[in-house]
T-cell receptor
Framework: DQQVKQNSPSLSVQEGRISILNCDYT??????FLWYKKYPAEGPTFLIS?????DKNEDGRFTVFLNKSAKHLSLHIVPSQPGDSAVYFC???????????FGEGTQLTVNP | DAGITQSPRHKVTETGTPVTLRCHQT?????MYWYRQDPGHGLRLIHY???????DKGEVSDGYSVSRSKTEDFLLTLESATSSQTSVYFC???????????FGEGSRLTVL
């Protein structure tokens, strides 16, 4: 039972354009959502998060949108840069939980 | 700054042999986690610990055991390694910020 799902294994965009990565979840108890970025041969690193009481959180070029009714969140990267090429994982946690559930990941490639 | 050391970073072993992976943190974070990363599956939780001698199972715990005798060390043991346990294993600690995990650099295990 995949509670957090990233349906696109890969995404390719041109430098300077917008990258949109999507994530769906099924567990209505999830109330905190995070995005992690992973480069090859490194551990995942935290990128941005959002609480269920918000529908948007912005940090520089990165914005996360949350649609609770649709159980859907997305990560927007504007403008995309070649250095953004990495695997992006969506993750979620329940209220007062202590464990993150991750999606399968999306490989983003930003072409110069 | 949080610091995690995983050892060994790379290991090749044969089916049926025991393997222990070690995770060492330089601070005193209460929660520690072991995840495995596999193509198409993302990051899946194996076991986690919420204190010395306090551990719990994750979603893919079969074939794995853990121990935490000191706050700073969290060991993952494969009692009898199988080829299906070929993977990259990541240790993580939970930071004070909600939901945020800090990951080690990973241990690549190959079971022949």
């Amino acid at each position: 039972d995949q509670q957090v799902k990233q349906n696109s294994p890969s995404l390719s965009v041109q430098e300077g354009r917008i990258s949109i990565l999507n994530c769906d979840y099924t567990n209505s108890m999830f109330d905190y959502f995070l995005w992690y970025k992973k480069y090859p041969a490194e551990g995942p690193t935290f990128l941005i998060s959002i609480s269920s009481i918000k529908d948007k959180n912005e940090d520089g070029r990165f914005t996360v949108f949350l649609n609770k009714s649709a159980k859907h969140l997305s990560l927007h990267i504007v403008p995309s840069q070649p250095g953004d090429s990495a695997v992006y994982f969506c993750a979620a946690e329940e209220t007062s939980g202590s464990r993150l559930t991750f999606g399968e990941g999306t490989q983003l490639t930003v072409n110069p | 700054d949080a610091g995690i050391t995983q050892s060994p970073r790379h290991k090749v072993t044969e089916t049926g042999t025991p393997v222990t992976l070690r995770c060492h943190q330089t601070e005193n974070h209460r929660y520690m986690y072991w995840y495995r990363q596999d193509p198409g599956h993302g990051l899946r939780l194996i076991h986690y610990s919420y204190g010395v001698k306090d551990t719990d199972k994750g979603e893919v715990s079969d074939g794995y055991s853990v121990s935490r005798s000191k706050t700073e060390d969290f060991l993952l043991t494969l009692e009898s390694a199988t080829s299906s346990q070929t993977s990259v294993y990541f240790c993580a600690i939970r930071l004070d910020r909600a939901g945020e995990l800090f990951f080690g650099e990973g241990s690549r295990l190959t079971v022949l």
